[in-house]
């Protein structure tokens, strides 16, 4: 039998698609007059440039199928030739589970994605920005860590217990992520979780959490 091959946009391969392409292809098919800030987003996203702001489920649905489309998109390419994802964050945080998602799909991913703080990587954006495999931001850029917060719905005893024990675990995940990939030790991580960490670019190079202060856009 034939091996399957995904199509997409009037039968076209994955692999076959570039950003002017997918441009095209958005405005032979809108009928509504474009904008400049259409036409941007949208060679932004075929360009493999994504932005990411607060943070939902949706939001990270979002995210991980377009770093799943473009791994579909490079496939057989070495990984050392495939053109990086780049996610540019401007983030306050938001869903704790949202993050995780995001985190998992760029450590996933065998297309290099690398992660830009243009202004804030905030609580679950810091998460998001920690794991790429290269990290840098602008030169005012800051970063938050702590714990994050929750507020379950009206619920009884037996169920707040199991949700408790739930979002523990749910806050281990966010632990193992920061342990692997800055230089906090888990002395460090235990002092300082609880409360709310600000760090701007310096700090947050010492400590390992990015790699690089950009001094021209990347």
């Known amino acids: 039998m034939a091996e399957e091959t995904t199509k997409f946009m009037d039968g076209k391969e994955i692999k076959d698609i570039t950003p002017s392409s997918l441009v095209k292809e958005y405005f032979n098919n809108t009928s509504e007059i474009k904008d400049l800030e259409l036409a941007i987003n949208a060679w932004d996203a075929a360009d493999r440039n994504t932005f990411l702001g607060d943070i939902d489920d949706d939001i990270a649905t979002a995210f991980a199928q377009i770093i799943r489309f473009f791994n579909q998109q490079d496939a057989g390419i070495p990984v050392e030739e495939r053109t990086p994802i780049k996610i540019y964050i401007n983030s306050g945080g938001g869903s704790l589970t949202g993050a995780l998602t995001i985190a998992d799909a760029i450590v996933m991913s065998k297309t290099p994605v690398y992660t830009i703080n243009i202004g804030a990587a905030y ?54 992520y920061f342990l692997k990939y800055t230089k906090m030790t888990e002395e460090f991580y235990k002092e300082k979780y609880r409360d709310d960490l600000w760090l701007f670019v310096e700090d947050a190079i010492e400590l390992g959490v990015m790699d690089e202060v950009l001094e021209e856009y990347l």
Do not use: C, W
Not at 151 to 169: C, H, L, T
């Open 123 to 176: 609580s679950g954006g810091m998460l998001a920005f920690i794991v790429g495999d290269k990290r840098y931001a602008y030169p005012s850029a800051s970063f938050l860590f702590h714990e994050g917060s929750t507020e379950p719905n009206q619920m009884d005893a037996g169920k707040f217990r199991n949700f408790a024990d739930y979002y523990e675990k749910l806050i281990g995940k966010m632990k193992n």
